[in-house]
């Protein structure tokens, strides 16, 4: 019999829709039955991709608040601005990345 594998655990960014796996994300919870929003535990999540432009979206378009169905207290906010400024500044390929060097020449 063939061993087990396990999928890996894919997740989607509330705001850019960007697709990855969940280890690339930050993931934020209301807890169940107190319905307090936090950053670790269980309950219903909701996935945010670590880039201060998904961060700004998703606070001005209450993009956590729909996901999780109650609203997230500007603390949760102001704690994940704080570790925007510790992470290093290397971004991932992908949404995050413009490609301004195209400028549709010889498409015909």
Same mark, same amino acid.
């Given at each position: 019999? $063939?061993?087990?594998? #396990?999928?890996?655990? =894919?997740? %989607?960014?509330?705001?850019?829709? +960007?697709?990855? /796996?969940? #280890?690339?994300?930050? %993931?934020?919870?209301? #807890?169940?039955?107190?319905?307090?929003?936090?950053?670790? !535990?269980? !309950? +219903?999540?909701?996935?945010?991709?670590?880039?201060?432009?998904?961060?700004?979206?998703? +606070? %001005?378009?209450?993009?956590?608040? %729909? $996901?999780?169905?109650?609203?997230?207290? &500007?603390?949760? =906010?102001?704690?994940?601005?704080? +570790?925007?400024?510790?992470?290093?500044?290397?971004?991932?390929?992908?949404? /995050?990345?413009? &490609?301004? !060097?195209?400028?549709?020449? !010889?498409?015909?």
């Amino acid at each position: 019999m $063939a061993p087990l594998r #396990s999928k890996p655990n =894919y997740r %989607r960014c509330l705001s850019c829709r +960007r697709i990855d /796996h969940r #280890s690339s994300f930050w %993931r934020i919870v209301r #807890s169940y039955p107190s319905r307090k929003v936090q950053l670790e !535990g269980t !309950g +219903r999540s909701a996935y945010l991709c670590p880039q201060a432009e998904c961060l700004a979206v998703a +606070r %001005r378009k209450d993009r956590l608040g %729909r $996901a999780l169905k109650v609203p997230v207290p &500007d603390e949760i =906010y102001q704690i994940l601005q704080q +570790r925007l400024g510790t992470l290093p500044s290397t971004a991932k390929p992908g949404f /995050h990345q413009v &490609d301004q !060097g195209r400028t549709g020449e !010889g498409l015909l």
